[in-house]
């Protein structure tokens, strides 16, 4: 078996191509050199004015600035939502009609 990879090893050939650089005045000529295209189809537009700045998003609510806060100050209906404890709010509270108003 070592003999027979040593015979096809043997017989293996490669030849190898020596390439001059080309002289320096014909380097441009040269097709198989990579250089970057210069014409005006490839080039970056220039631009004339800049862009506008970016906005700033609006909230998620559309509410009026105006009506964003509103102040309550009748006494009755805060001391309704906040009371100050239990035995106190039948106190505050105005007194309730009664149905024999008649």
């Known amino acids: 078996m070592q003999q027979c ?3 096809n090893f043997s017989k ?8 001059t650089p080309p002289p320096a005045d014909d380097s441009l000529s040269d097709p198989e050199i990579c250089r970057t ?3 005006e189809e490839h080039r970056i537009p220039e631009l004339l004015s800049c862009p506008p700045a970016p ?5 998620s609510f559309s509410t009026d600035v105006n009506e964003s ?3 309550v100050e009748d ?5 309704i939502i906040f ?3 239990k035995d106190s709010l039948s106190s505050t ?3 309730k009609p009664s149905s024999s108003m008649e």
Request: charged share 40%; net charge positive.
């Open 5 to 7: 990879l040593v015979d």
């Open 12 to 19: 293996l050939t490669v030849s190898v191509e020596e390439k």
């Open 37 to 39: 295209p210069t014409s």
């Open 55 to 59: 906005k700033k998003r609006r909230g």
């Open 69 to 71: 806060k509103k102040i």
């Open 75 to 79: 006494k009755e209906i805060i001391q």
């Open 83 to 85: 009371p100050p404890d």
């Open 93 to 95: 509270l105005p007194p």
